[in-house]
């Protein structure tokens, strides 16, 4: 399937994506039938969109119904192997925005996420584990937003240096703060092979 190849062939920025891309590995060996979807209840795939405007320095951001806070746009595989297919689908739904270019069609980020038991349709969904990979998604701030109603109750860029303020999870602001990173790095790159084209 594409997605293990695309897991396979990423490489790590840091010790903490070494260790998250070997265990999600693993874990796709043992439960590769049902990896995509809900119904491994201990840990599936998920796939999100760190959309950014052009500058790189404005996240757009939805405020999370189930988390009350301001959050990255991404869900869960449900069968669909094409993750990024996946990240682009959710950042259109959850934010209204009429288009969204991936900076890279690889990912830029992997991460094991914990959920916490929550509350959602009526129905409890007990603790379990996100297998991320992030991709980073371009958007035009000019561009009218749509909040939608059943997931978030808020959509708006929001500049990195007030992250602090609209997200009450330090350790998503870690690994916001960490895709971002390599956004401009991966934009960098793009910049100097151009240059010597």
């Not at 980020?109 to 509350?119: F, K, M, Q, R, W």
């Not at 980073?136 to 500049?159: F, Q, R, Y």
């Not at 602090?164 to 401009?184: C, F, G, H, Q, T």
Request: aromatic share 8%; with cysteine.
């Amino acid at each position: 399937m594409h997605f293990i190849e695309t897991i396979k062939n990423y490489i790590p920025k840091c010790d903490q994506e070494k260790h998250d891309r070997e265990i999600i590995l693993d874990y796709i060996k043992d439960y590769e039938l049902n990896i995509l979807t809900r119904e491994n209840r201990i840990a599936h795939m998920t796939s999100s969109g760190l959309i950014l405007n052009e500058t790189l320095d404005k996240i757009l951001m939805v405020h999370h119904n189930i988390y009350k806070t301001w959050a990255w746009t991404g869900g869960h595989a449900d069968g669909n192997s094409d993750l990024l297919e996946v990240a682009i689908s959710e950042g259109l739904e959850e934010t209204g925005i009429e288009f969204l270019e991936p900076l890279s069609t690889e990912p830029l980020a992997i991460d094991i996420l914990p959920v916490l038991g929550h509350i959602k349709r009526g129905h409890y969904v007990s603790a379990h584990l996100h297998l991320n990979i992030t991709y980073v998604l371009i958007g035009d701030e000019s561009k009218s937003l749509v909040i939608k109603e059943d997931e978030n109750s808020g959509v708006k860029w929001i500049h990195i240096s007030d992250l602090k303020r609209y997200s009450n999870e330090p350790y998503m602001i870690d690994v916001y703060l960490k895709i971002i990173e390599s956004a401009r790095n991966f934009k960098g790159l793009q910049r100097i092979s151009k240059d010597f084209k």
